[in-house]
């Protein structure tokens, strides 16, 4: 049987002297691996759709291990990212983050939306913190670990201010704010923020504005929230820290 799937190229690992071994994370059939013949080579056909966050539509028998990629059609290159080395940072760690987190061959078409949209925001000139952040919390939701944002993670109590706590693994109230006292104050518009990121899908948010004082603390709360329920420890993670650092200097 031949699939024909839309995709998002995540990962390639060279094989032999010209051949690449593709995961792509297609929205029909999750992520899948397809081996790409002769794709190092300058003039392959498949040279230019084997490159990470690359969206085409890949043809390829449907196999139990590696499908043998037939034909990839691309629908976009992410130009503009591809032309920013912080860009390319963020893309390559949400890309990394994916593969990661995802299983093969089980398909997860919201999240995929979810990612195409977010490159194609960034591409388009929205914060690349904005998306993300927004990225993390859907798919740390997908998980099952996403932090309790739409209330006190005690009482359930929705009047502000609240405080973030990585204990108890999202919002405290007034009241409840002593169970931790590492909890981390939020203005009322930071929490509303938080929550809204959890639960907007990129079409909904429009243009997006925030103050850097702001993106950085959101930045360290949600970095420590992924290390401590993640479990996922990326080298992208590390290269981007290192390109913000060097673009904060």
């Not at 390319?88 to 398909?107: F, G, H, K, N, W």
């Amino acid at each position: 049987m031949i699939d024909k799937a839309e995709g998002l190229v995540l990962r390639t690992v060279a094989y032999g002297e010209s051949n690449k071994i593709v995961t792509v994370f297609t929205r029909d059939f999750g992520k899948v691996g397809l081996m790409a013949r002769g794709a190092k080579k300058p003039g392959s056909r498949f040279n230019a759709a084997s490159q990470p966050f690359v969206q085409g539509v890949f043809v390829y028998p449907r196999a139990r291990g590696l499908g043998q990629l037939k034909s990839a059609d691309i629908i976009t290159g992410f130009s503009h990212i591809r032309r920013d080395v912080l860009l390319m940072s963020y893309a390559m760690y949400l890309l990394e983050l994916a593969d990661r987190a995802l299983d093969e061959r089980v398909p997860h078409p919201a999240l995929y939306d979810l990612f195409i949209e977010g490159l194609n925001a960034m591409d388009e000139g929205l914060d690349p913190d904005v998306v993300a952040l927004i990225i993390e919390l859907r798919l740390l939701r997908h998980l099952g670990i996403a932090p309790h944002l739409n209330g006190c993670t005690i009482c359930g109590g929705t009047e502000p201010p609240f405080a973030f706590s990585l204990a108890h693994g999202g919002l405290l109230c007034r009241r409840h704010r002593h169970e931790d006292d590492q909890s981390v104050f939020l203005s009322e518009s930071v929490a509303k923020m938080l929550y809204v990121f959890s639960v907007y899908d990129f079409s909904r948010l429009g243009t997006v504005t925030i103050k850097p004082e702001t993106k950085r603390l959101l930045r360290q709360l949600m970095d420590a929230y992924m290390e401590r329920y993640s479990g996922l420890r990326l080298r992208s993670k590390r290269v981007l820290d290192q390109m913000r650092d060097l673009g904060t200097d």
